[in-house]
């Protein structure tokens, strides 16, 4: 960097950052005495479970829009008790639960049907202004250095959704020999189809959003990661083809989490900049940061990675983490009021 190009930056007017997040319930802060503006937050991030009339009304006081993060396909605590939803992988066995995670069939309509009813009573009930498809994947986790990616879902109602989506009959055989046959047969359509599927649940819940709270914004968390990183598992895995969803959601978060994925904090900023050159200005871009297990230099440097590009917000990981920090706290109101 010249000297000149050096003055010229310092010389520019802060960015304007619109959306100034955190995720998580902000009882850390308002239990410190802290009100929301006073550290330029304008936008709550809470899981729909802990949604209340008293914390949107407490928001709105305090200038924040609230939006709701529901965890679309984590089957954790459901497909326990409705086994038909347990996501069957190449073997023709129950897929292992991840270190932490497990998902759901996606095609199981009783855990559909479960996941929607809860989307419209969340609708019904709260002037929220947009709901965050979290967990959003075919069963797989992505957050740590070492991905769990394994072959899902291959269970009869998967099988059969795929043949009449490709008009073809998979030979009759176990679970674990139809498997082996699409893998090798049927590969790049069955990749194809589970993007499609995953993208059918994306619009059902845009449809329900614009119908219960039109003007409300669907957003997603998503995997972090480019087309190429571990041999293109975002598609092929995760069922994640982030061309065919700018057509669906308004905002993007990458779950840009650089510690947990043992990265550098300039990596933040690196997918920010690759993501604004893939979607451009077909969809908004939010990434949500790691402020969790952090120094409070990291949180400060990857908020601002985080806002950089072609980003018109950012939130954190999570309110809990900063709150309990003075040095993250400061950092925090430094950044987000500059921005305001």
Known sequence: MTRRTALALLAAPPKKIEVRGIYSNPRPFWDKGARLDDYGVNALFVNAGSMNAALLDRAAAEGARVFAELPTLNGKGYVEKHSEAWPIN??????????????????????????????????????????????????????DPRPILPETCFCGLCIAAFE??????VPFGTSKERARWILT????????????????????????????????????????????????????????DLDKLASVVDVFSPMVYHGRMQRAPEWVGENVGWLTRKI?????????????????????????????????????FTAQAVAGDPAKLDALRRLYTGWR
């Open 185 to 240: 047969r049927r590969n790049r359509q069955w990749r194809d189809w589970r993007v499609d599927h995953l993208n059918g649940w994306a619009r059902q819940m845009k449809t329900a959003l614009k119908r219960l709270r039109p003007g409300a914004l669907l957003g997603v968390y998503h995997c972090p990661w480019t087309d190429s990183e571990f041999d293109g598992a975002r598609r092929r895995i995760l069922g994640l």
């Open 90 to 143: 190449e073997l023709g066995e129950k897929a292992p639960q991840a270190s932490w995670f497990l998902g759901a069939c996606p095609t199981e309509p009783g855990f559909r049907g479960f996941r929607m009813r809860q989307l419209e009573d969340l609708l019904t009930r709260y002037n929220i202004a947009g709901v965050w498809m979290d967990y959003f994947h075919w069963h797989a986790q992505f957050e």
């Open 280 to 316: 451009g200005k077909r969809a908004l871009i939010w990434p949500i940061v790691q402020a969790a297990d952090v120094s409070a230099s990291e949180f400060e440097k990857v908020l601002r990675e985080g806002a950089s590009s072609g980003a018109t917000g950012v939130m954190m």
């Open 164 to 169: 009449k989506a490709v008009s073809g009959a």
